[in-house]
């Protein structure tokens, strides 16, 4: 029967080991492209192009173009909130 020798491995505090940083380095990665990617849909969310129109808040404002000769505006109105 084969014996194990005990030997005496010398390992320093966990931070100075490589492996639990490459470990947690895809998990970080995640958090902070996800951040990124919550902040850059909140600021560029107003700048949605519309169709003839603009939005405010939950209605959509449509202006109708101007027929020849004519100055008025028309604006249309549509709500857009699910009952």
Excluded at 31 to 45: D, G, H, M, S
């Amino acid at each position: 029967m084969a014996t194990v020798k005990a030997t005496n491995l010398q390992s320093g505090p966990w931070w100075r080991e490589p492996w639990p940083w490459f470990l947690m380095a895809g998990p970080a990665i995640a958090i902070i492209a996800c951040a990124v990617t919550i902040t850059l849909a909140l600021q560029q969310f107003s700048d949605q192009p519309l169709n003839d129109g603009f939005k405010r808040g939950l209605v959509i404002e449509r202006v109708q173009p101007a027929q020849a000769g004519t100055t008025s505006v028309v604006i249309e109105q549509v709500d857009v909130t699910e009952r």
